[in-house]
């Protein structure tokens, strides 16, 4: 589920910024509390190559397999090729 952070909230500020290169790969458990910031994706004056908090994210959800049906498990065969 999603939950908003309201502005007086004692965990307001709190958050640590994860370092990362360019093509480094995070993941969490989901079940966390994380967030995120939108970056304006501008270059940095000094810098021209880094952008601000430019980044790409994508929402993975894994289970196990056992939990899919025959239906789904042939659904994903065929999505892959």
């Known amino acids: 589920d999603w939950c908003p ?35 304006t994706g501008e270059t940095d004056r000094e810098d021209s190559n880094k952008a601000q908090l430019a980044r790409l994210s994508v929402p993975v959800c894994m289970t196990p397999r056992s939990w ?5 498990l042939r659904e994903r065969r065929n999505a892959f090729e």
């Open 68 to 72: 899919a049906d025959e239906e789904v």
């Open 5 to 39: 952070l309201r502005q007086k909230d004692p965990m307001q500020g709190s958050g640590q910024l994860v370092l990362a290169q360019a093509g480094d790969l995070i993941l969490w458990d989901s079940r966390t509390i994380h967030g995120g910031v939108l970056g």
